[in-house]
């Protein structure tokens, strides 16, 4: 596990120079957006190097009522994760762009009432991807929950850094095994769990009732949380839809179809000749690349009966669709390259996500966003 956690960080290396942070951008949807968190508990795993059950913590984003709620949410919730962060030099950040994550307020209402009325809207799981904090995503959450999208965010134990409800850090150094298998399988056995949730007496069953549109009930990540997303999909039927960004490795789903409609949103790093020669490269050898990497991505989705749309941004870095574009720049710039706008990359990553969560005119809705958008270079598979 460490030797993973070593992996993450080496394309991740050099220490960032102080920059200032910026605040996230608001969400334009027509709904208030509500946020709270759920300290849950799965009794039927027991986590023996915790000594305990094993927890299943979910902060989520919803549409909410107009001035309910107890002021607005903290980027970092809890600041015993800002101190782990800082202590361990969460991904070879310098302490000044962490030091606002204290203090940093969101656009979402802390414990806010859900929105009246009887409405039902789409749900979906969001995996952080590896070793990378839940709330890095928050412009992402915020967007869906405007536009009426439940979004349910999971700390998978050992995945990320957690803070159990008894206020202890458990962080992915912490992991007692060195079976990668088994960490993949745990974070697969959360999401099975808070399925079970939606359907029996649980807080979440609690909160959010017959609220919950069943029919556009899906899963989605960034990088590792992509993979999960898309194994929860051909794992568990009660997942309508899948989504993976920049997620590419696919070991655990070999020879198996994708059992869900499928969105793919990929990185295209636009390297100019000159960047390309100090990397020891060549135009014709890095398309070569492209092309091989493309070609062993796609050779998964011809396994799928489902439609499968994928969309390739040039311009974006692996960390363009986070929060790091508005509050930790450098672990999208540091690589080089020209980096697109990250309005652009808001406008891209949200509306694709949302016209392909709504199910309606999907086709349509991206061959649009495509042909607005010169950058992006759109795949459609089985329709």
Not at 244 to 258: A, C, E, H, R, T
Request: glycine letters at 8%.
């Amino acid at each position: 596990m460490k030797l993973l956690f070593a992996l993450a960080l080496l394309t991740l290396h050099g220490r960032c120079f102080p920059q200032s942070s910026e605040k996230l951008p608001a969400p334009a949807g027509q709904f208030t957006v509500g946020t709270r968190v759920f300290y849950l508990t799965d009794h039927s795993r027991y986590d023996t190097s915790q000594g305990l059950s094993r927890p299943v913590i979910v902060q989520v984003w919803y549409p909410a009522d107009a001035g309910s709620g107890k002021g607005n949410m903290n980027y970092i919730p809890e600041k015993k994760m800002v101190d782990n962060m800082i202590a361990t030099g969460y991904y070879t950040l310098d302490s000044s762009v962490l030091l606002p994550f204290y203090s940093l307020p969101t656009h979402s209402h802390t414990n806010a009432s859900l929105v009246k009325g009887n409405q039902s809207f789409p749900f979906v799981f969001f995996s952080p991807g590896f070793g990378v904090s839940r709330s890095n995503y928050t412009w992402i959450y915020e967007y869906l929950a405007s536009h009426g999208i439940i979004v349910c965010a999971i700390d998978h134990l050992y995945e990320g850094t957690t803070v159990l409800s008894n206020g202890k850090i458990v962080d992915i150094n912490m992991y007692p095994d060195t079976n990668y298998t088994n960490l993949d399988k745990n974070c697969l056995q959360d999401i099975s769990f808070l399925l079970n949730q939606l359907d029996k007496p649980s807080p979440l069953k609690t909160f959010f009732g017959t609220r919950i549109d069943r029919s556009r009930l899906g899963c989605a990540g960034h990088s590792f949380g992509g993979n999960l997303a898309l194994e929860a999909g051909i794992e568990d039927k009660r997942i309508r839809f899948a989504i993976n960004i920049d997620g590419g490795d696919f070991q655990y789903i070999q020879g198996k179809n994708l059992q869900t409609p499928a969105l793919f949103i990929r990185e295209q790093p636009d390297y100019s000749p000159e960047e390309l020669h100090k990397k020891g490269r060549d135009n014709e050898a890095w398309r070569a690349k492209a092309r091989e990497a493309d070609s062993a991505f796609e050779s998964h989705l011809v396994l799928s009966s489902f439609p499968a749309y994928q969309l390739q941004v040039k311009g974006t870095g692996h960390f363009s669709f986070s929060d790091a574009i508005y509050l930790m720049p450098t672990l999208v710039t540091r690589f080089g390259g020209k980096i697109m706008s990250k309005e652009k990359v808001v406008d891209i990553t949200c509306r694709s996500l949302r016209d392909f969560i709504s199910g309606d005119n999907t086709k349509q809705k991206l061959n649009k966003l495509a042909a607005e958008y010169p950058e992006i270079t759109l795949k459609i598979f089985h329709q």
